[in-house]
C-alpha cells in the first residue's frame, strides 16, 4: 500500500479529478500548462461522496487475515488506529516511512503478534 492515499475519500478524491490528466499528459506538460494559466480542459464531475475513507473501502472487500507484509508511507494516525490490533492478525513484517513516531510507537504496541521484521 505504498503510496496509496489511505485516508483520502474512496470516491477517488484530489486523485479522481486529476486522473485524465495523468493518463492523457505527462506529469511536466501539466503543470507547465498549470503555472502559464494556459486553458485547462473540463474537469468531469465527481461523483457523490459515500464518506468512506480509501482504508474503510478497502478493508470491507479485501480480506487481511493473511497480509504478512506491509509497507505504508506517511501513515496517519487515522491509518494506524485503523490497522492495529486484530485488523492483520498475520502481519510478520512492517515498513513505515514516515507517521508520527507516537502513533507508530502506539501501532507496534497494538500489533496482534509480535513483528518479525521492521
Known sequence: ???????EESDGGYAW????????????EWTRKFYEEEELPPRPERLPSDGRTNLQAWMEVMDFSHLEALNIQRPSSKTLETLKGDALPALRGLVLRGGSSEDV?????????PLEAL
Open 105 to 113: 510507537l502506539d501501532f507496534l504496541n497494538g500489533t496482534s503478534k
Open 17 to 28: 479529478y486529476m486522473r485524465q490528466y495523468w493518463e492523457e499528459n505527462d506529469k511536466e
Open 1 to 7: 500500500m505504498s503510496g496509496y492515499a489511505l485516508d
